[in-house]
């Protein structure tokens, strides 16, 4: 097929992984370009690619589909603002707040950072955003600041009416913010990426790190490290917290606030804030397991797999390896659904897989993490329990045990996580 010829170029150049972007997305997007270049034969399309800088940019657009809106994971930027408010103001008289904003897409994060920091009193003169992303397409939207419904999401809207003009078009962002955020199109992954730039007080790179590859992802991760403040605050996916892997960096315990600082715990004053977190699903690769007794396969990065739990043989499954395709179509939709927001839709249907197969791995890791997306970290954490006891060597699922009893205060039992999660990990080669 075409496409496995592709997705090496594809993770050499932009560093993304197949089995988290999905072989039916990149093989679309193949068809796509194909078809407006004229071409049926994939190896002449393969040359095009290997002469062609403007033919790259293209096929890069088809792949990467934003799915982006303002103020997503308001819990984010409300700590954002308190920080600001009561911590920086006061230890920065004249400083300006240098804010990086990476895979920024259609600019709708790097705008709700601009209006957080003017909510929170912060003068336009005082702070500084740089919005970076490999997009033109996207980029060219963000700098129209026009957009549709589609951005606007959630019950508390009422930004949209101190900084946006109602137009027939769309809503148009007033200039006022616009001019505070600086976009620029790069590609993290290139060279010597801002070299020789002035660290940032701040740092967005939320839902990037779970499409990249192992080594793309260590790559970024270097370069964040490079450009974040030695107090600086990097926020991230909430998905992707067992992800950031870099010296000195420290889990911020607040509630719904998906992020890490460079020195000691945040004791910024929680405030109240009740709305829904939102949740992407990172995938997973096993190696081949060659043991006598296989372990079960991530549903999401091999579908065609499914195998007999380790050591639970009274659960009534034989040695059925292919899921029916309703099951996985099922979970597909579930991880989208909660991926917009829509958890209890996403629930439902993980409730439903169960209930044709009670020991379906991928479905009980997905309910832990909407559980987990919802705030209910005992429902999450009874959920990736069990995941774990169909199959102990789930490190994602590991993962995020590891941080719900650690932000519970258990330091001893999280130790015994984290050790067991690094012991799995390099049983199969995991960085």
């Not at 089995?19 to 190896?43: D, N, W």
């Not at 715990?265 to 990172?282: A, D, G, N, W």
């Amino acid at each position: 097929m075409p496409e496995k010829n592709i997705e090496p170029l594809l993770e050499k150049k932009i560093g993304l992984s197949v089995e988290s972007v999905g072989p039916e997305t990149i093989a679309k997007a193949l068809q796509l370009r194909m078809r407006a270049c004229g071409l049926t034969e994939a190896r002449a399309y393969l040359s095009l690619l290997r002469t062609s800088k403007e033919e790259w940019e293209e096929l890069i657009e088809a792949v990467v589909v934003p799915e982006t809106w303002f103020f997503r994971n308001r819990k984010s930027f409300t700590y954002l603002g308190l920080c600001v408010k009561r911590k920086w103001l006061s230890e920065n008289d004249n400083n300006v707040l240098r804010v990086l904003s990476i895979a920024s897409s259609t600019g709708d994060e790097p705008y709700s950072i601009a209006m957080a920091l003017l909510d929170a009193g912060l003068p336009e003169k005082r702070f500084s955003i740089v919005a970076l992303d490999i997009s033109k397409k996207a980029l060219k939207k963000a700098r129209l600041g026009l957009y549709g419904p589609e951005s606007f999401r959630g019950n508390n809207l009422s930004f949209r009416e101190r900084y946006f003009e109602a137009t027939p078009q769309g809503y148009q962002l007033h200039f006022s913010v616009m001019r505070t955020v600086h976009l620029v199109r790069g590609n993290v992954l290139e060279g010597q990426f801002m070299s020789g730039d002035v660290p940032y007080d701040i740092i967005f790179c939320r839902n990037l790190l779970i499409y990249l590859s192992p080594s793309a992802r260590k790559r970024v991760m270097e370069v964040i490290d490079r450009l974040l403040a030695r107090t600086g605050i990097l926020f991230v996916g909430h998905a992707e917290r067992p992800l950031v892997i870099a010296p000195g960096l420290q889990l911020i315990r607040e509630a719904g606030v998906f992020a890490f600082n460079r020195a000691v715990e945040s004791h910024v004053p929680k405030e109240s804030v009740q709305p829904k977190s939102l949740i992407r699903f990172e995938r997973r690769r096993h190696k081949q397991d060659n043991s006598p007794v296989r372990r079960s396969a991530d549903i999401a990065s091999s579908p065609s797999d499914k195998l007999t739990p380790v050591g639970h043989n009274s659960y009534p499954i034989g040695n059925r390896r292919h899921p029916p395709t309703e099951e996985v179509g099922l979970l597909d939709q579930a991880r989208k659904l909660a991926d917009k927001g829509a958890l209890e839709e996403a629930l439902s249907l993980c409730d439903k897989v169960l209930d044709q197969d009670m020991v379906q791995i991928q479905a009980h890791y997905l309910r832990g993490l909407i559980c987990l997306a919802m705030n209910n970290e005992k429902a999450a954490e009874e959920w990736l329990n069990k995941t774990l006891y169909l199959d102990p060597n789930h490190h994602n699922a590991l993962n995020h045990l590891t941080l719900i009893v650690e932000h519970r205060g258990d330091r001893e039992r999280s130790a015994q996580l984290r050790q067991r999660a690094k012991r799995i990990r390099q049983e199969e080669g995991i960085h």
